[in-house]
């Protein structure tokens, strides 16, 4: 389809736009420069010569809203421009890798090939995709515009989903905060991680996004008003002495108002920090940058009183992807904290442009000493030297290390060791040397004799104690943080697996032998089920190690699955015959969520399940998404974190919006949680279990309350109909006196 005359213009004009930022960033400095980004638009131009996206653009705007991303807002050079105008050539049009190589370089094809692998990692099946994703984590290593590109194609993309159907938004927005996000964190881009995320959330919870943003813009004109009061003695201050910066207010993102809700249970009136302070400020040649950060800071320190917890120090131990700055909060004006962050404009630059900012000031200072991020570099090598060909693991595992706190430890020698924030004895005894982690035992922390579980703090002197006769567990998966760590546990445990795979399923077949039951795909389900196993190959693994017994099999197999059907909720799943059915007298007076649920019409529809993980009920938003080895339809919430890595890592096996939904014909029993708190008196049990009691559609399962120094808590286990009656006895134990909150836990 030839483009129309306003399609050409459209053009013309984005082409120009990216000419002016090239030019106003210095991108180009000779006219051999010009011509080089020049071919690179017109063969871009002419390989995707009448190709549209979904929003109806022609779809060179793309890779030229990429290079402008590069460009404007990434500080990044006329290579990665190039390359960015050219990443989708080789893998959409019929340009190979060697035409580029020939018309270009070999730089700007080793990028476009990068790039266009890239693009196949979350479509490949589960071993191509390992090996696409350490091929593209290996150009990382070496080159890291190749990521930086795809994080700028990413956030393009992101700002157009909009045209995407809602299944894919699922699966590109949970892509891109499982991974992307926080690779541009690690990568210093702050602006764009802040962006990415809103977007996320924009396309995810529109109704959530939609509210806080308007509560944002509603008290803007009252927040500007208490800035300018509390910015107006910091400005006096700061220009009797001299300074020359400028001071600004940072409003925080969407997200992480957002993020703060869910986390502290909390509305958006409580969120008392919406925004920080910034100053940021040209350096003198003389004293150093550290001391006149500290200036500035006791300029405003002897205005509002600090908050001593609250200092963060990132100039004397910057962070690992290169952060520099002071952070404080002090006590503003009407008893409100604010926080206050200095930095220099080279500061500034890192904490805003990333990587590209931290490269080019590394390459202008005198030292080339290796910092945070290099060396985090360095990790991103080792990791890839032990291979998997578990495309899950593989990402796992590089994810540990995107990490987006650190704290510094030290040897008994003194040598700093930097581990993600919640690293434990073990992890800090892998970041040593392998066979001291797999032989590990415990640690002298601060000359303190602790286990290997123990959780490390900032500034701990960790002295590792090893035995000989200690070989790694399985459980020791759950304790370690670090991919390091993590790898080398995987890589001990799978050289005994076999042998125990072989093993379980030699006795999982005598056992079953003496009930006369066949070994088959339903008495496996069954099992996997009962054992919280998510395959066979775990199964039979788990029984061979002994972690698993199987003394109540007799019980399992004889136990009924079915569950009782009681008034108007159903979910409709894709393959049902009729959505119309008899109701079915079923055996269980209540079930739990863990149960498997078949179409009332029969063999040909699928089976579902409930995610355990977020315990869905009905009125929740749910996405289902099909399980590629049994083929159930597992449902969550849409809100839920596991989610998120099932779509990133298998988004083609996430079930369209429209094919599965409540519809009201049907209900379950379903199980739910709930924590209460507060402040103790005789008889608010009584009251509590009285009031649950009371209402018809709801049974209580379990309690559980403890009570200390005046205070209880604790949780309730009940099974409910739908959304609408959790919710409402929610509201009904708040009125109960002395009941200070009441939320819905989740299994996470």
């Known amino acids: ?90 893998e959409d049009t019929e340009y190979t890798v060697e035409d580029i190589e020939r018309i270009f370089s070999p730089k700007i094809a080793y990028m476009v090939d990068g790039l266009t692998k890239m693009a196949g990692v979350f479509n490949a099946d589960s071993t191509e995709q390992a090996e696409y994703f350490r091929k593209v984590l290996l150009t990382l290593s070496d080159d890291v515009r190749v990521i930086i590109i795809k994080i700028a194609d990413r956030l393009h993309n992101m700002r157009t989903l909009g045209a995407m159907p809602h299944h894919k938004q699922i699966k590109i927005t949970s892509e891109t905060i499982y991974l992307f996000v926080p690779l541009a964190y690690r990568l210093g881009l702050h602006a764009i991680k802040s962006e990415l995320e809103d977007l996320c959330m924009r396309y995810r919870f529109p109704e959530e996004y939609a509210e806080i943003k308007r509560k944002i813009d509603e008290t803007e004109p009252e927040r500007q008003q208490y800035i300018e009061r509390f910015m107006a003695p910091i400005r006096e201050v700061l220009d009797r002495n001299k300074f020359q910066y400028e001071m600004t207010a940072r409003v925080k993102s969407v997200y992480s108002i957002w993020n703060k809700m869910r986390r502290k249970e909390i509305p958006f009136e409580e969120v008392y920090d919406l925004f920080a302070i910034r100053i940021v400020f040209k350096t003198l040649p003389f004293p150093s940058e550290k001391t006149q950060c500290w200036q500035i800071y006791s300029c405003v320190t002897d205005i509002y009183t600090p908050k001593p917890d609250r200092l963060r120090d990132w100039i004397s131990i910057p962070k690992s992807n290169g952060y520099e700055a002071l952070h404080s909060t002090v006590m503003g004006p009407d008893g409100i904290w604010v926080e206050v962050q200095v930095r220099t404009e080279r500061m500034d630059d890192i904490a805003e442009r990333g990587f590209a900012a931290h490269w080019k000031y590394k390459h202008a200072s005198i030292t080339q000493e290796e910092d945070g991020l290099d060396k985090w570099l360095k990790k991103v090598r080792e990791a890839l030297s032990s291979p998997t060909g578990s495309a899950l693991e593989f990402l796992d595992n590089f994810k540990l290390s995107l990490y987006k706190r650190d704290i510094v430890l030290f040897t008994p020698k003194g040598k700093p060791i930097t581990l993600p924030y919640g690293a434990t004895v073990l992890d800090f005894a892998y970041e040593i040397h392998t066979n001291i982690g797999n032989h590990a035992i415990g640690a002298k922390i601060n000359h303190r004799i602790m286990p290997v579980t123990t959780k490390l703090n900032s500034g701990d002197q960790v002295e590792v104690i090893t035995a000989e006769n200690v070989r790694p567990k399985a459980e020791q998966l759950e304790v370690v943080v670090t991919s390091k760590a993590r790898q080398a546990i995987q890589d001990y445990l799978k050289s005994e697996r076999e042998d125990n795979i072989e093993h379980g399923m030699r006795l999982l077949e005598e056992s079953l032998a003496e009930y006369n039951v066949t070994l088959n795909g339903r008495v496996l389900r069954k099992l996997m089920t009962a054992y919280e196993c998510r395959n066979k190959d775990e199964l039979y693994s788990k029984l061979g190690a002994g972690i698993i017994k199987l003394d109540n099999l007799e019980s399992l197999l004889k136990e009924n699955s079915s569950r009782k059907v009681l008034k108007f909720w159903k979910l409709l799943i894709p393959g049902s015959k009729r959505e119309e059915t008899e109701d079915i007298d079923l055996e269980d007076e209540a079930t739990t969520l863990d149960d498997t649920i078949h179409n009332e019409d029969g063999a040909d529809g699928p089976e579902f399940v409930m995610a355990e993980c977020c315990e869905p009920i009905p009125g929740d938003r749910v996405v289902g998404y099909r399980d590629p080895h049994s083929g159930r339809i597992i449902v969550h919430k849409s809100t839920c974190d596991k989610l998120i890595k099932l779509a990133a890592q298998f988004g083609n096996n996430i079930i369209k919006e429209e094919d599965i939904k409540w519809s009201q014909q049907k209900a379950v029993s379903y199980l739910a949680s709930v924590e209460i708190r507060g402040i103790d008196r005789a008889g608010i049990i009584l009251d509590l279990t009285r009031l649950i009691t009371s209402d018809f559609s709801i049974n209580m399962r379990a309690i559980s309350v403890q009570s200390h120094d005046g205070i209880f808590e604790g949780t309730i286990s009940i099974y409910v109909q739908d959304i609408d009656s959790l919710n409402a006895l929610l509201d009904n134990i708040r009125k109960i006196k002395g009941i200070e909150s009441v939320k819905r836990l989740l299994n996470t």
């Open 1 to 90: 389809m030839e483009y129309s005359p306003q399609d050409e213009i459209l053009i013309e004009e984005k082409w120009q736009e990216l000419v002016d930022a090239c030019r106003k960033n210095k991108v180009c400095r000779k006219e051999d420069d010009w011509d080089f980004v020049r071919r690179a638009y017109f063969l871009a131009k002419e390989a995707h010569k009448g190709v549209r996206r979904r929003s109806g653009e022609p779809y060179i705007i793309h890779p030229i809203e990429v290079a402008l991303i590069a460009v404007r807002e990434i500080g990044l050079g006329k290579k990665s421009v190039v390359a960015a105008l050219l990443h989708d050539v080789v």
